[in-house]
């Protein structure tokens, strides 16, 4: 079955920088897109990245534009994000996330938790 699983949450200083991994598993990793998404205490699930399923072409949230870096190891199934220059407004549980080029998603990982505070 579809596994995603996130790893590398933590309480980081402002900023600081953070390297989230996604381990996937059950399914042909290089034939999806992947995506990045959070949720803030007491808001909604915001997407923050994504890539395609060559590793070609990523895109990112304005909120993170600049700051966060999306790369995908398609030999090892594994996703990432490099989060620099973290904000206290960047606390959330970060997700990833199966999807295609639509912002479809369809499987999820379990969350890490991401704290950005002094």
């Known amino acids: 079955q579809v596994q995603l699983v996130e790893s590398g949450g933590g309480l980081v200083q402002p900023g600081g920088s953070l390297r989230l991994s996604c381990a996937a598993s059950g399914f042909t990793f290089t034939n999806y897109w992947m995506y990045w998404v959070r949720q803030a205490p007491g808001k909604g699930r915001e997407w923050v990245s994504r890539?395609?399923?060559?590793?070609?072409?990523?895109s990112y949230a304005d909120s993170v534009k600049g700051r966060f870096t999306i790369s995908r190891d398609n030999a090892k199934n594994t996703l990432y994000l490099q989060m620099d220059s973290l904000k206290s407004e960047d606390t959330a549980v970060y997700y990833c996330?199966?999807?295609?080029?639509?912002?479809?998603?369809?499987?999820w990982g379990q969350g890490t938790q991401v704290t950005v505070s002094s």
């Open positions: 890539i395609s399923a060559a590793g070609i072409t990523t």
């Open positions: 996330a199966r999807g295609n080029s639509r912002f479809e998603y369809d499987y």
